[in-house]
């Protein structure tokens, strides 16, 4: 008799997923608790501040809904990308120059701008300089066919040291006492909370969240984004422009993490800073793959993993080292990923037969 793994033929439905992830969520808390006992830190008590730094009081809660607004969007422009079986690595650069475009026009609009206008002109900004930041790498994939894994991942590197470049010179802030800031952008370009107390990007996570299930839904563009990823040969005899949904495909994904990039301008910072993310695009890739790519998973990953960050703070306020936050991060990530892998395949038990 012998026992083996063999791959499902269909998809494993939402409930199974979260049957799972739960499977996976308890394995990795066990683990974390035993970490944390062999590192003479009671396990109740870091938890416990944990919890109550991402989700024990209302402020706690405005922190991380704030914070899983850029996780979310990052996360939903992975998705789409993957549907064409593109891998998007170069959110964390698309973010960034989603935010430096955003920064420059809010530089340069005038003091009357309606604030109205200017909020949708600094978005808008983003909105396209991520989708051009994307095109560096999705032209040479659709004309080239060079792997967009290794070009989106270096352009990141690229990005970031042109920002560095722009705060320490020629965007650097005199009143900041050489700090690496830029001047704020005008007040009419801030995007201020709804409801009184909401971050203003989280109503946008949620277009965006219901954007891609529509995509999913049965659009001609997701049919074929889905037809290209799966079967290129198919694709190209059905008259399917693979160039097209390449370029089409990854730049939506960068418009995406660069409109992450202006929202945290327009609703967190005023300012385009080199600590503006504390790597939201590498993140967004994590809860892509945590949530199996599906739109209504990744809203809830997203804020679940804003919790672990905004909860890592609140560690060190408890006199607990803030590393730990990120060993527990780690910790969750692979046991929820081992766990959503093996819903993938059965358990099928052989019995040898003699001849």
Known sequence: MRVRLEPRLTDPTLAAYALRAAVGGGLALALSAGLL??????????????????????????????????????????????????INIGAEGQFFFGAFAATGIGLCLPEDTAHPLAVALVLGAGLLGGAAWAALAAIPRAVLGMSEILTTLML????????????????ADPLTFSFPYSPPILDAGQLGPVFGAIQGGFPVLLAAVALLAVVDSGTRWGYELRVAGDAPEAARYSGINAA????????????????????????TTGRLQTGLSPGYGFMGVLVAWLAGGRPLPILLVSILYAGLLNGGFSLQIAHIPGAISTVLQATILICILGAGSLARYRIRIVRSTTA
Do not use: M
């Open 37 to 86: 006992a062999l590192s003479d830190h009671p396990p109740a008590s870091v938890l416990d501040a944990l919890v109550r730094g991402a989700f024990g009081s209302w402020p706690a809660v405005q922190s991380t809904l704030s914070k899983a607004v850029p996780i979310g969007l990052c996360a939903v422009g992975i998705a789409l990308a993957s549907r064409a079986n593109l």
């Open 156 to 171: 990141n590197y690229i990005c970031l040291l042109w920002i560095n470049y722009l705060v320490r010179g020629p965007w």
């Open 244 to 267: 097209w949904i390449v370029i089409s495909g990854l730049c939506a994904s960068g418009a995406l993490a660069g409109l992450a990039g202006a929202i945290e301008i327009s609703a």
